[in-house]
């Protein structure tokens, strides 16, 4: 039996080259898509806008590359810094998983590994978003097949459900703003009669 030292999945000498400069090109677009992610109304979104689709085109040829699996950080979404403190262990092992990626595509795209994050890395509910818009496609009627690109309201939901309170109390430390009150709550979190 042989033991592998490594758990960054080996790369297929024909696609090293292709896969590095597809990383680097989707790093270049990262910001755009995740401020329409964030902001419905910076762009039209999957489907709707060119950078948007080239992005999530980058992205699926390093996913493909690397067999990075549906439920995966990709190594796109990710930069080399420690993982979020808030998150699970089994969610902070993939962060590693994904970072070691990030860290093998940039050496091999001559380029130096992101070390700065966006605030919405940490965010549990954006990457939820990121993920059904990366990976759900409209099942049935004159659409079938086309990405599914989620109402500002349905993000919103999802955001609220996989909310981290401590992610947010962080980011309003960082901006210098109270924290945003759940409706029905309380400022010490119990409900209002």
Known sequence: MIKRSSSIPRIRA???EETAQAFKQALKLRDH????????KHCRGVGLCETCDKYERLV???NTALDVRPWQLSPVDVV???PPPM??????ADWNRARDLHVALAKAAGMEPLKKALITDA??????????ERHGEIPD???????FRLMPFQRD?????????????????????????RPGRGGDGSSVP
């Open 60 to 62: 699926a040829i390093v």
């Open 157 to 181: 939901i999802i955001r609220e459900i996989y909310a981290d309170p401590a992610y947010w109390t962080a980011v309003a430390t960082v901006a210098g703003k109270r924290p945003p009150q």
């Open 141 to 147: 009627g004159p659409s079938v097949g086309q990405p």
């Open 80 to 82: 080399d810094g420690p």
């Open 33 to 40: 898509r995740e401020a329409q992610l964030a902001n419905d």
């Open 14 to 16: 024909e696609l090293a």
């Open 87 to 92: 998150w699970s262990a089994v969610e902070q």
């Open 123 to 132: 965010c549990r509910g954006q990457v939820n978003v990121r993920w059904v």
